[in-house]
C-alpha cells in the first residue's frame, strides 16, 4: 500500500461550457509570458528598450512551438504513421509531444529574424531571455502532469507520481518517478543560476545563453535515463540522451572560445535605444554634432568674437584723438 505519493488529475480538460481549457496549453501559455516578461525585465537593465523582447517573441514564440512539435514527430514517427494510427494526431498539439531541441532551434530561428529586423545582436538577446527560457520549461513540464505523460521507472518513494490505466494507449497503473517534476525543479535552478553568474560575472556576447545550454543538458541527460516512455536507442542509450550529450559538447565550447574572441559584455544592445537616450539628453534637438564640426564651430565664434573685439578697440582710439583734420585738396 502505497502511503505518499502525487496524485495525477483525472482529466487535462476542464470544459467551460462548449469551450475545453486544457491544463497543457495552459502551462504552455504561462511559460511564454512569464520568459517575456523576465527576459523584457533583463533587456531594458542591459540598455535595451522596453517591448523589444515582446516584439521579437511575436517571431520567436511561434517558430519554437513549430520546431518542437516537428522534433516530436519526425523523432516519434511511428506515434503517428503506422497501421492503425491516425496521421490527423501529429497537428494535435494540446495532446502534448514537444521536442525542447526542435523548440530551441526553430525559436533561435525566428529570433534572429526578429533581431534582424530590429538591428539587434542574436547573441545580446539570447543572454537576456535565457533565464525566461529556463523557467518557462518549469511550468511547461507540468502539463505533462495534466496529460499523464513523460513519467520514469515504478518506484515507492514518498513523491512517487500515481498513473491510472489507460489501455487504449498501453498506459499501466502504477506509481512512477515523476520526471516531470524533476525537470521543472531543475529548469528553475539554472534559471537561478544563469542569473546569478550573469551578475557576478557580467556574461555577455551569448554566453549566458551557452550557461543556460549546458546546465540543463546535464539534468537532461540523468531524468532521460529514468523515462519509460517509448523511444529510439543507439548503442544502449535513448536518442535524447545522445543528443543532450552533442548539445552540451557545443555549448561548453561555444561559451570557453567566445570568452577568448569577445569578452565582457556588450557596451550597445540596441542601437535604438542609444539614439533616443541621445535625442532626450539634447532636449528633442538633432543629435550632437561630431567633433570636426563642433570644433570648427567654435573656432569661427571665437575669430567673430575677436574682430569684434579688433573693431571696438579701434573706435575708442578713434575717439580719444578727437576729430581728424580736413585734407588738403590734391591739386
Not at 4 to 29: D, E, H, K, N, T
Not at 273 to 284: I, M, R
Request: proline fraction near 5%; glycine fraction near 12%.
Amino acid at each position: 500500500m502505497d502511503l505518499a505519493y502525487i496524485p495525477s488529475p483525472s482529466s487535462g480538460v476542464i470544459y467551460l461550457g462548449p469551450i475545453p481549457l486544457r491544463g497543457y496549453a495552459f502551462c504552455i501559455i504561462i511559460g511564454v509570458f512569464v520568459a517575456v516578461w523576465l527576459g523584457g525585465r533583463r533587456w531594458v537593465a542591459r540598455g535595451g528598450q522596453v517591448g523589444t523582447v515582446a516584439d521579437i517573441a511575436v517571431w520567436a514564440v511561434p517558430f519554437g512551438l513549430v520546431g518542437g512539435r516537428l522534433y516530436h514527430v519526425i523523432t516519434d514517427y511511428e506515434l503517428y504513421f503506422t497501421d492503425g494510427r491516425d496521421w490527423v494526431d501529429a497537428f494535435k498539439i494540446w495532446e502534448g509531444g514537444l521536442g525542447i531541441w526542435g523548440a530551441i532551434a526553430m525559436g533561435a530561428l525566428g529570433a534572429w529574424i526578429g533581431c534582424r529586423r530590429r538591428g539587434i545582436p542574436l547573441p545580446a538577446y539570447a543572454d537576456a531571455v535565457a533565464p525566461g527560457i529556463a523557467f518557462a520549461q518549469a511550468i511547461g513540464r507540468w502539463g505533462n502532469w495534466f496529460n499523464q505523460e513523460l513519467y520514469g521507472k515504478r518506484t515507492d518513494v514518498p513523491w512517487a507520481l500515481k498513473i491510472d490505466a489507460d489501455p487504449g494507449i498501453g498506459r499501466v497503473a502504477g506509481t512512477y518517478h515523476p520526471t516531470f517534476l524533476y525537470e521543472s525543479l531543475w529548469c528553475v535552478g539554472v534559471a537561478l543560476l544563469v542569473i546569478w553568474a550573469d551578475r557576478k560575472f557580467r556574461l555577455g556576447h551569448g554566453r549566458a545563453f551557452a550557461l543556460y545550454v549546458a546546465a540543463y543538458t546535464v539534468g537532461r541527460f540523468w531524468w532521460e535515463a529514468l523515462r519509460v516512455d517509448t523511444a529510439h536507442h543507439v548503442l544502449g542509450m535513448r536518442l535524447n540522451q545522445w543528443t543532450a550529450v552533442a548539445v552540451f559538447l557545443a555549448a561548453v565550447v561555444y561559451f570557453v572560445i567566445c570568452a577568448k574572441k569577445a569578452p565582457g559584455r556588450e557596451e550597445v544592445v540596441e542601437p535604438a535605444a542609444v539614439a533616443e537616450a541621445g535625442e532626450g539628453e539634447d532636449g528633442g534637438e538633432p543629435a550632437r554634432e561630431d567633433s570636426g564640426e563642433a570644433e570648427a564651430k567654435a573656432k569661427s565664434e571665437a575669430e567673430a568674437k575677436s574682430g569684434e573685439a579688433e573693431a571696438d578697440g579701434a573706435a575708442e582710439a578713434k575717439a580719444e584723438a578727437g576729430p581728424a583734420e580736413p585734407a588738403e585738396q590734391s591739386k
